[in-house]
């Protein structure tokens, strides 16, 4: 039984480190940042994910210590790690990060017009009504 | 039969972050940079959970802890200061 779930362990933690691998290969490959960023988080994420349940199994089932330290790590890189990535991506693009030019649609470009519009009109008015004062 | 795969973990995860180290060093933006180091702290993490079952000691939970939730900070301090100017406003 305990080769049986070291096996199991050790096996959830080589396909953690392959998808952990892809995604650095897809962070090397991948055309601009947000295409990137995309490879960084999400598999990036699934690779731990999988590696922690493996190391969580092996001292759980093997070792016979059941470690909640282990599970807060594997619920805090699931919660963080999409977080910094959607911080990151925003951040890019409100810095003027370009895209790839093959790139075929960009909703957010309309959208932050549209905003900065109204912020600017907003502000001309107060600078207005202070003067007006 | 444990401990080859281990070791080969091991060594599959250092070799993604020797590629996350390229994109760091010549990523053309900052947010690419940012996105490696984010890379770098969670492959980290890993390395010494797998690290941890290869000694076979649960000593070193707490670093995974302290790496995931410094990694977190130091992205999000990374993406709020190139998007405000600074990482604390005072207001």
């Known amino acids: ?133 | 039969m444990m401990n080859p795969m281990l070791e080969i973990s091991l060594a599959l995860l250092s070799l993604a972050a020797a590629g996350c180290m390229y994109r760091l060093l010549k990523g053309p933006s900052i947010s690419d940079r940012i996105a490696a180091l984010d890379t770098i702290g969670i492959l980290l993490l890993s390395m010494i959970a797998v690290l941890g079952m290869l000694e076979g000691t649960s000593a070193y939970f707490d670093i995974i802890l302290v790496i995931g939730i410094v990694t977190f900070i130091g992205t999000t301090a990374f993406a709020r200061y190139i998007e405000r100017g600074a990482v604390m406003e005072d207001e």
Not at chain 1, 43 to 71: D, E, H, P
Not at chain 1, 94 to 115: F, H, I, N, Y
Request: proline fraction near 2%; charged fraction near 20%; hydrophobic fraction near 50%.
């Open chain 1, 1 to 133: 039984m305990n080769d049986f779930w070291s096996a199991a362990s050790g096996l959830m933690v080589l396909f953690g480190s392959i998808i952990s691998l892809f995604s650095a290969f897809g962070l090397i490959r991948l055309p601009d940042v947000y295409l990137r960023s995309h490879a960084a988080t999400k598999s990036a994420t699934l690779g731990v994910l999988f590696i922690l349940t493996g190391a969580f199994l092996y001292f759980a089932a093997v070792q016979g210590q059941f470690s909640i330290k282990l599970l807060l790590g594997i619920v805090f890189v699931f919660l963080t790690g999409p977080v910094a990535g959607h911080l990151n991506a925003r951040a890019a693009y409100r810095t003027g990060v370009g895209m790839w030019d093959r790139s075929v649609r960009d909703d957010l470009k309309a959208a932050l017009k549209k905003e900065r519009e109204e912020a600017e009109s907003k502000r001309t008015e107060l600078i207005r009504r202070s003067e007006a004062d």
